[in-house]
Nanobody
Framework: HVQLVESGGGSVQTGGSLRLSCAVSGININAMCMAWFRQNPGNEREAVAVLYRGGGNEYFRERVKGRFSFSQDNAKNTVFLRMANLQPEDAGMYVC??????????????????????WGQGTQVTVS
């Protein structure tokens, strides 16, 4: 039984930072392809960052490159998404998900993905 649980969201001022966590059970984080999606009411869900350790790949949407980064704690089977210099357009519900590995072989396919095998419940990020 695979579960993903996010935490770390909150409210920050423009230029601030947050570190989101996605704690995973039921699958090793190094064996999965993980995407972080951002969603706002009325807007389509979009993948902003994708981590595929098995393929040695990290993908970031252009507007977050240089500001978002990944780290992980293998002992806790947890992936962290560090978000720096946050802007109002970064606000939204951030959801981590396990996506098909075939979606993770290229930058374009990974960031275009809309479906997932497993979803977390999300954590809210507010930037003002």
């Amino acid at each position: 039984h695979v579960q993903l649980v996010e935490s770390g969201g909150g409210s920050v001022q423009t230029g601030g930072s947050l570190r989101l966590s996605c704690a995973v059970s039921g699958i090793n984080i190094n064996a999965m392809c993980m995407a972080w999606f951002r969603q706002n009411p009325g807007n389509e869900r979009e993948a902003v960052a994708v981590l595929y350790r098995g393929g040695g790949n990290e993908y970031f949407r252009e507007r977050v490159k240089g500001r978002f980064s990944f780290s992980q704690d293998n002992a806790k089977n947890t992936v962290f998404l560090r978000m720096a210099n946050l802007q109002p357009e970064d606000a939204g519900m951030y959801v981590c998900a396990s996506i098909p590995k075939l979606s993770c072989v290229t930058h374009i396919r990974a960031l275009a993905v809309k479906t997932a095998d497993y979803w977390g419940q999300g954590t809210q990020v507010t930037v003002s």
